[in-house]
């Protein structure tokens, strides 16, 4: 086994004091002494600010994994962390195994390790000390083969013929004999080697390898990572690699001394040595102390060299040569003449010059094919003599790419013989990594900036990295002489360079810094250019080159002329120019095809001149979303339109990251452009020529406003343009984000009347529709342009309805087609008089929603219109997003008008008419422009009557909830004229009248909307009746009355105040939804009717939304269908069952249905004589009580019991209600009676209830006759008449819950009867409501 020795530098440093000796001394450096220690590495301008800002100290450091490090501060370059890797590496060799970490952050114990005793060395300090650690267990030292010491089990064995100590001998502080005095020394060198053996340092067999090979010091380094430090020391070595030779001068400095290795030639040229790498090397540090001899001058040869020529600087060069014998350039430190002296043609150049004043930096150039790899110093100050100066130091850190078998070469060179000039190396040392670092030069001028991965590439032009251009770029002295790309061409035209990309992209990053040359001029040649033109611009551009050799635009970087002086013709456009100063940003257009995917500046101030300026460029990288197929190019072009002695553009730095990750938005290649990540379900895609530089379809690509990118039409005449996308999946939203321009005198709607959505035109602005598989438009979205938003234009303007005008006064144009619905917008940004130009962008604050039904492979098309030619006016989009999404929206229009307003459920869908949201009625109902414009479904007849449309329901409903919005037009009048009209006629009110219809096609009222003519004045004949008129006023609530069968479920109103005019009037409707019990099956037909007793001219109503709720659960009360109603779910044992002529609109059996009081439907006589009507239900169950709850009303003069009969069966036997079972002999059994006196305030004893179960509010007024006795105690007797009698119905009467316990069987029959001793006209009684609840 090969013992590993890792040798401790323990010798305190000159800048920062003692280097850390161990583990311990490195874990206990705090956030400052860190810092302190990396400077001392010179790595402290890298690592400093990073890890201060983290409060990272030694422990830290200590505990800490390369890939924590490196992900935790990725913008530190790999070259960097592997230095101080290097640096780190026998420090973290050496920790103990398995270390832990308490709470706290303290490093905790290692893994114990055998111990030698409690009195063990291990509290012996080695601080200061030079000396070897041997880490096993069974470690020994032998002297030749006779003395042995050796670490036991017991502590330290010394194997010796003899043991001397010539001084004193302590133990444990004592000393024990005098005699032993020379074992101290050797005892204390023993104990300091124990302390190395504790101190922790990990085993690593054959990690470091170490040998002199021809004066070189060859240490190799193998665990995790591989490389080779190389260090050329003649003062240690006593000799010099290679061709070198070894100059001593034992006076140098003060007498220490000075040993190098230089040339030692009589003429120019160089000597060198050369190292054969033994394994791949990715990156290269150099440590370089180096001397000048005499009058070393730079690179006064350095003109017109190459790598290969012999001489080409004073100085020290570094290169590798490749097995075909290829020299890359590596690093160069050049010796200058003088460095408080002005010698233009010896002194270092003014780039990369080390003088500690820079002004003597005058030197000529550096040669471009070294790019930024090199640096140069003078040891000389003032006049040179021939003698060595003192020592220099560089040191420099590249990315190289070496494969084991290269050469390292390292050459000292000079143009003169060494007794003139000649520079020496005192001190070399070079760390050779496996890891590849970056940047680097792949030898082709495209420089790679981080490590190529499967999904992105960091690639790019940087000729300062290795002195190179790619393609037919020319590298010259750019702005301060740093290597530059440019064009070096005599006339106008391009260079460029193309990479080929190794996977798809879909994501470009640029991050440039480029430079202007003398008078580049932007887009002064720029107009009507399109991308495949050799010149468009001044500046650089990058595209895409497919397959097909399409080139797609990227980014351009664009040179203006100057920055601070007004050059209409040179200068940077005012969209995305970077001029401190946007008033001097009015410069030629951009080229529209470039999108907003460019950047302009200029670093010249006022007149321009004949130099390379400053570098400029987008503070922040530029991401530009792309579809770049695995193989496809990216092209960088660099153009003009003069020679480039006259204007150029250069790149000092380009950096593309190439990401297979798709960016958005991004244009598909076609002017669609995809704004977001697909989901299922979902796409954002639209227009948007800011993006790609494109327009779909037939839309032309313009600059708009400011030079905005737009699409737009170009004709010569009136028209459209469209552009139509196919819908990926089922669509059910649309949501539409829309900024437009409007150029000149577009005028909204100002030809839109009696058009539809198929004409070539129909306003002036862009539409959105879909189009299905039988080519049927359906209109979802309308974007119009008024002419004027502060001028009233009323055959121009925007109309009053969604006008975005500030001042609504000015909305004042011709209504848009209601076909639209609301799902439109209007605004103009033209003040005053209208101009030849493109106004500013516009449209709605938020995106709009529109639920649709677009199946897939329908187009969504997007048109643009107007009525005259492009030049005169036109429409514009800036930006158009269309959120698609499959899952449905509501409301939406199904495509026949019938609008769905939310999501079915099971048992429960809400269905409507709403115009604004389709632009369509159902059935036979019109579509025109209501209140304001608004879309309204009315009636449009020449006469009288009704129009309808019906909605077939899909499962038994047993509620319908009704929301209604509908609309009064100039005089309808409500019930006026309209007496005993049924629900059957064509017509019978002003209204809307919902209704179902069975199988057998028997209409059944569901509810009603009515309206007044006024309400605000008493007009008896047509205003709302007083039941359910909603005025504000209720004494104007003085109409005829509603039909008795509508029941309650009837709303009355007018917005009419005054006089009535030909307009539509302000929607109205109750103010929350009416709830109505049905009982419609599967199938049966919901219809809504719009009817008047005139023609539409003269009287109308019109919906603008009717939201109907329905259904499956039953709602109670309901009316079956037989006057009989049900006022709760029938179970086997219970019952609750009566009359309500206000639920169904209906009486049972003979009862006669008509207005009772105010209107309200009863359930009466109607008899011409003495009499009863009666109504019969047979049981379903077995009772043995019922529960009787009651309203009825008196009409007239009854009269109780005056007259009453002596049995039952008669006729009559009262004025009143009488309920009663019949047997199935026939035979009558009273249950309950509900009698009616003449009057409750005034003493008739003739006519008024009796004493007993009378309901008078003064019982002293109950002297009317007594009940029969066969009705016993079982009746109750009132009257809503105070004082004389009249001919009309009075308010109702509840009588007391009434309780009858009876023994009922099933299939028994109820009876109930009405009954009076005269004709209805004189007297009656009638039931509002009977609620008989049997159990």
Known sequence: MKLSVAVLALAATAKVGAEPATVADFGSLDVEALAQQLSSWNLGSVFGPHF??????????????????????????????????????????????????????????????????????SNFSVQGYSGVSITPEKSAVMLHDDVVLARTASGLTIAAAEVNITGDLRVNGKITSDSFGDLSGVVAELTRNVSLLQSGFTYCEDCYQTSVEDFVMVETFNNETESTTLVVDPSKTGGCPGDLVLATDSSFNYGR??????????????????????????????????????????????????????????????????????????????????RDASYTSYNCPPRNCNYDDDTYCVGPKAPLWMGDAYSCNSGSSGEASQEWFGAMEAQYSAAVRLQAGDLIEVRVMADQATSNEDVGIAKLTMVLGDTPAYPYDDGSGWVHFAEELDNRTLVGIDPSVGGNCPGDMSIVYGHDDRATCARSLTAAGSVSATYDVGHDVGAVTVDVQYNQYYSADAFASAAGSVIDDEYFVEGITIASIDSADTRSHLFTAVVGLTYDSAQTSYNCPLLNCAYDDKDYCVGPLSLPWMGTNFYCDSLNSGDWEDVWYAPMGPEDPV???????????????????????????????????????????????????????????????????????????????????????????TLTAAGAVSASYSAPFDVGTVKVDVEYSQYYSADAFASASGTDIDDSYFMEGITIASIDSADQRTHIFSAAVGLSYDTAQTSYNCPLLNCDFDDASYCVGPLAPAWLGTNFYCNSMNSGDWEETWYAPMGPANPITVGTQISEGDDIEVRIMADQASSNEDAGITSLKLTLEAKQTYPYDDGTGWVVFAEPTNGTVVVGIDPRVGGKCPGGLSLVNGYQGSPTCTRSQTAAGSVAATYSVPFDVGTVVVEALYNQYYSADAFSGDADSTIDDSY?????????????????????????????????????????????DKSNCVGPYAHPWMGLNFYCDSKNSGDWEEAWYSPMGPENGVTVPATMSLGDDLEVRLMADQASSNEDVGITSLKMTLKTKQLYPVDPGAGWVLFEESTATRTSIGIDPTVGGQCPGALDLQNGYRGSPICSRSMTAGGSVAATFDLTHDASQVVIDLNYAQHYSADGFAGAGDSIDDSYFME?????????????????????????????????????????????????????????????????????????????????????DMDFAEGDTIEVRIMADQASSNEDSGINRLVMTFE
Request: aromatic fraction near 10%; hydrophobic fraction near 35%.
């Open 623 to 713: 991401t530009v979303g792309a579809t770049i197929a695995e193989g496809e190019s990216v092209e960088v072009r660099i153009m003009a339109d003069q020679a480039s002695s006259n204007e150029d553009a250069g790149i000092t730095s380009l950096k593309l990251t190439l990401d297979q990750k798709q960016a958005y938005p991004y244009d598909l290649g076609t002017g669609w452009v995809v704004f977001e990540e697909p989901s299922d379900g979902k796409i954002v895609v639209g227009i948007d020529p800011s993006v790609g530089g494109r327009c779909p379809g037939g839309l032309s690509l313009i600059n708009g406003y400011q030079g905005l990118p737009t699409c737009t039409r």
């Open 257 to 338: 001394g000075l040993d190098v290795c230089y040339r030692n030639m009589t003429s120019a040229g160089y000597q060198a040595f050369y190292y054969e790498v033994s394994h791949d090397i990715g990156s290269i540090d150099i440590d370089l102390v180096y001397h000048q001899h005499y009058s070393a001058d730079a690179f006064y040869s350095g003109s017109s060299t190459t790598v290969e020529s012999d001489v080409f600087c004073e100085g020290v060069t570094f290169a590798s040569i490749d097995a075909l014998g290829k020299r890359t350039h590596i690093y160069t430190a050049a010796a200058g003449y003088s």
């Open 988 to 1032: 019978f009110m002003e209204g809307i009248s919902i209704a179902s219809i069975d199988s057998s096609d028997a209409r059944t009222h569901i509810w009603s909307a009515a309206v007044g003519i006024n309400y605000d004045e008493a007009q008896s004949s047509y205003n709302c009746p007083y039941l359910n008129c909603d005025y504000v």
């Open 52 to 121: 201060a800002a983290t409060d990272m100290d030694g422990e830290s450091l200590l505990l800490a994994s390369k890939k924590q490090l490196t992900e935790a501060f990725p913008d530190i370059s790999n070259l960097h962390w592997s230095r101080l890797f290097r640096k780190m590496q026998p420090f973290w060799d050496a920790q103990p195994e398995e270390a832990s970490v308490d709470p706290s952050g303290n490093a905790g114990p290692a893994r114990q390790r055998r111990q030698l005793g409690a009195q063990s060395v």
């Open 1216 to 1300: 009143g209600i009488a309920l009663a079972l019949l047997a199935a002999d026939g035979t009558r059994s009273h249950i309950f009676a509900a009698a009616v006196g003449i009057a409750y305030d005034t003493a008739n004893t003739g006519y008024n209830c009796p004493s007993e179960n009378c309901g008078y509010n003064d019982t002293s007024y109950c002297v009317g006759p007594s009940a029969p006795d066969f009705v016993g105690t079982d009746y109750w007797c009132d009257s809503g008449n105070p004082g004389d009698w009249e001919e009309v119905w009075y308010a109702g009467m509840d009588i007391p819950t009434w309780t009858v």
